[in-house]
């Protein structure tokens, strides 16, 4: 192999984004894995948001405008979560605030770069694009179930609890949009 890696010419893999990043590891109060949660929750909504907006108007774009609005009733409900736990209303720059994150990145549910993201689906067909929303809400579902597990106050489980069932439905949805439009295409 002269040359080495650089003087390579043939296939390279391509595949998503990389996901997964645990950025539940740095957090220690339950206030804080919820502020970190509102935040891979917001992240979601954004790229939703942004996959229905170039889908257009239309069954396929609703599905990512429904998963974005389904993304803000999470964060509502960790808000509802933080008040309760804390004790106090959530100051202006809540979360970034709690964890001391100065950093502009987006992230979503799964670990995910929303940039990343975005640029990996540009060109992508609408397939493509329900397969990595699917990668998406599985990681949700299981960080969810872990966290239903951490948490020691009984209303916080219940929450995560709740929002795990959420991801499973949000992912039982695009699966059934993914076979349609398989069944449609053979």
Known sequence: MAGGIKAWHGLVAEGEPESG???????ASPEEL????????????????SVSALLGDNERGKIFLDLTAAE????????????????????SSFPRSLLGAESDEDVMEGGMRIRDALR?????????????????????????????QRM???????????????????????????????????
Do not use: C
């Open 120 to 148: 990996w689906i540009e060109g992508k067909d609408p397939l493509r694009m329900l397969e990595i929303s699917m990668s998406i809400e599985t990681n949700s579902y299981d960080l969810y179930l872990k966290m239903h």
């Open 21 to 27: 990043i645990p950025y539940f590891t740095a957090a």
């Open 34 to 49: 919820i502020a970190l949660a509102w935040l891979l929750e917001e992240g979601s909504r954004k790229f939703y948001y």
């Open 152 to 186: 020691q106050d009984e209303k916080a489980k219940e929450v995560f609890f709740t929002l795990a069932r959420e991801e499973k439905q949000h992912l039982a949805k695009l699966t059934a949009s993914l076979d349609e439009m398989l069944q449609a295409a053979a």
């Open 72 to 91: 803000e009733r999470h964060k509502e409900a960790l808000l509802r979560l933080y008040v309760t736990l804390s004790g106090k209303e959530p100051d």
